[in-house]
C-alpha cells in the first residue's frame, strides 16, 4: 500500500488503517458490535498489520480504555514494538472541562502500555463545559510536552476545524486530522464544505465507518433476514431496514459489476472508492469484526479503480446519503 501524510506532519500511514470500536466490549460502542475476545481481536491485528495496515484508531470511548487496552495487548503479543506502527485515539469530552485532556492522557498511555500517541483526537465537538479553543489549546500542551505526537479532531463541522487550526496555528502547530463518517452513502462532508476546507487547510479527513457499518458490503442486500440479527443499537444508528436496502440495492449491483471486473468483493470496491476519490485527503478505518474481513480490508489499498468506475459509483451514489 503506498502511505500517504497525516495532515502536514511528517507522519506516513497507509490509506487503510484499522478502526478498533469492534474491541469495545462494553459501553455504546460494545453494545453496537458485540464483544470480541483478546483471541479474536489479536487475530484481527495481526491480519490487519499482514496485509500492511500500520495504524490503529481507538478511543477512550470504546468501553472506557478496553479498547486501547485489547490493542496495545494484541501488538505486544505480536512483537510490535512501540513506533513500527501508529496509534490515534480520541478524547472524551461529554460533561468535561478542557483540562481533563491534560488530566486523562496518563491513563491512555496507561492502556496503550508503552505505545505512543501518535495522533490525539477530541472525539466530537462538544463545547458545553469548556470552548472547543480551550480544548485544541489543552491538546497543544500536550503536543508541545511530546506527550503526543499531533492533535486532531473528530465529528468537526468546516467551521469547527477552521478554529480548530486556528487556535493550532498561533501555537505553532497544525491540525492533522478531522475524522469523519463518510462513504458512499453518507457523503454530507462534500456539500457541508468539510471537504473542501480540508483540502485547503492541508487537514487529512479520516472516513470512519467507510463500510456504513458493513451495510456497503452487500451482505443484506443478499440476505435480508440478516437485519434481524443486527443488534438495536446498530439497526437504529445505522438505518439498517428494509427501505434503506432498497433504496442502495442499485449502488450494490454496480459496486458487484465492478468488483468482479477486478476480482475482488463490492467492500474492497467500496473502500478503494472512499480512498482514491478525494485523492490523498482521505484515509478510511474500516472495523472489523472477524480476522478475514481485516484482510479483506487491507487488500483493497491495493485495487485501483479506473476514472470511469470512481465515476460510475459517483453517479450511482448520489442523492442516497441518510438513506433510510
Ligand atoms: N469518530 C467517530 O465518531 C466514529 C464513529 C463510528 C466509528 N468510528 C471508527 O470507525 C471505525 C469503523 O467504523 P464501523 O466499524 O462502525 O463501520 P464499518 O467499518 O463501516 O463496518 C465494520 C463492520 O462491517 C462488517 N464488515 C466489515 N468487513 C466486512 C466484510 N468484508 N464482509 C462482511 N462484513 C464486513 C463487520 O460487521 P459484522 O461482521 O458484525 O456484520 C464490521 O464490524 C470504528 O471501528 C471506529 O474506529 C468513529
Redesign the pocket.
Known sequence: MRTRRLGTTDREITPIGL????FSNIGAGGR??GATSRDTATAIVRTALDGGVDWF???EMYGGGHSERTLATALRDLDVRPGDVAVAT?WTPALRTARSIGATIGDRLDALQGFPVDLHQI??PFGALSSLASQVKAMARLQRRGRIGAVGV??FSAAQMERAAAVLAAEGLSLASN?I?L?LLHRDAESSGVVATARRLGVTLIA???????L??G?FHDEPERLERVRFIRRALGRFNRRTLDRTRPLIEELKRIAAAHGA?P?QVALAWVVTFYGDTVVA??????P??AA??AASGDLVLGGRELDRLDEASRGLSHAR
Open positions: 478502526g478498533c470500536m469492534q453496537f458490535y484508531d481507538t478511543a480520541k472525539h466530537m473528530s465529528n475524522q463518517q462513504n470512519s465507518s467507510p463500510l456504513r457499518s458493513g456497503l458490503t451482505r468483493s467492500s478505518i474500516p472495523g472489523a469484526s472477524r478475514e474481513q479483506e480490508a
